[in-house]
């Protein structure tokens, strides 16, 4: 729940900062118009970038391979014992 409030607090800051700039003139009416789109662009990128940075970072986790494969080895077991053939080691 408090995850929301902060972004409807941060939404509102935003659009009063917006609606402040078109009334006062501070910018060129033509680039305060497009205020938003820049921000959801520039939203959009930065989810883009973490996304990636992500995926570079991607944690190894040699442990849970090595639990992973005796998982593997012990259902290949229990398969060939009930006659299932689970293809060569």
Known sequence: MKHIVKITALLVALSAFWISLL??????????????????VSLGCYGLL???VGLMLFPTCP???????EDIAEAKGFL?????????D
Not at 63 to 69: D, G, P, T, V
Not at 80 to 87: A, C, F, I, S, T
């Open 80 to 88: 060939k014992g009930k006659g299932v053939d689970v293809g060569s």
């Open 23 to 40: 009334q006062t003139s501070v910018l060129p009416e033509t680039q305060t118009w497009l205020l938003p789109l820049y921000f959801i």
């Open 63 to 69: 442990h849970e391979a090595i639990l992973l494969q």
């Open 50 to 52: 973490m996304v990636g």
